[in-house]
């Protein structure tokens, strides 16, 4: 019997839920406090020397038959100060069956990357777009300071993706959508460079840059040159299984990657995806769903 379209709450996670939660499961590895009490952001890159696991903060829904969704706070590795890392505020891994609608919903002030692996959605937004968005057309929502957006899910195939709240420079930005059609779904062996502040396909309004290869099995692929000492780079593995250094990566975790200047080499066929920041420029920490959660 078809009972027609399940509508999701807003990223299987209501945000008033997903606050308190990760308010409860901060446990900071290191003390942030100052001589005069007052808490201090430590330099990730001093601290993290090793590539280190980040663990899902939340866990929820039905992959098998509805929306199950791991949302990923990178900051939560290290410290209470800040739930993110620089532009990084958040990474969210989806799966939807087909049939379900994510409803209409709110976001301000934050920089939101659609990476699809598998599947088809329907957009709609107030902008005024009705955009299809698949693995190889892919979609840059810049909310600014006022924008509304709703995904149907297309077919009989999951949708699987990630997505990755990047937070802009300042707040109160002009509202934008970017959609783009890449000349393939996926880059063999090598990194293909989907978002940047400028040279890319999509653009974000920070320093931010999101990278993707498909990686054969025994094929080893160099990480990008650092650029400058504030940068931390974080390795999703989306599918397959890698290899960094001694360490084994496996479908469906993130490692901050350290000061680890190891290849990346793939043990099966695997999806990977790369996300820098330049932990020294400004970002605005009060987006919707980038913005610091790690305090009340």
Known sequence: MNEGPQIVDIHGVPLAETQLTVRRGYSPAYSNATSSGEKSIPDLRSVIMQPTKIMPSITRGDWKHGFGIKVFYPGSLSNEVDSG???IGRIDRAQIQP???IGMHPHKDDEIFTYKRAGRMLHLDTVGNREEVTPRRL???NAGHSFQHEE???GDEPTQALQIFLRPREGDLEPKVQFHEMDAERSDD???LLVAPQGAAF????QAWVRDAHLHAGHTLALPDVIAPGFVSLLFVFSGKVRVGDLAIDAGELYHLGDS???IAAVTDADIVLFTTDT????FKGGMFSGNVAQA
């Open 85 to 87: 890392i620089g532009a």
């Open 99 to 101: 049939g379900h609608i």
């Open 139 to 141: 979609m840059m929502m």
């Open 152 to 154: 149907h899910v297309l």
């Open 190 to 192: 090598a990194w293909r």
């Open 203 to 206: 653009e974000v309004r920070s």
């Open 261 to 263: 200047e190891a290849g």
């Open 280 to 283: 020294t420029a400004p970002v």
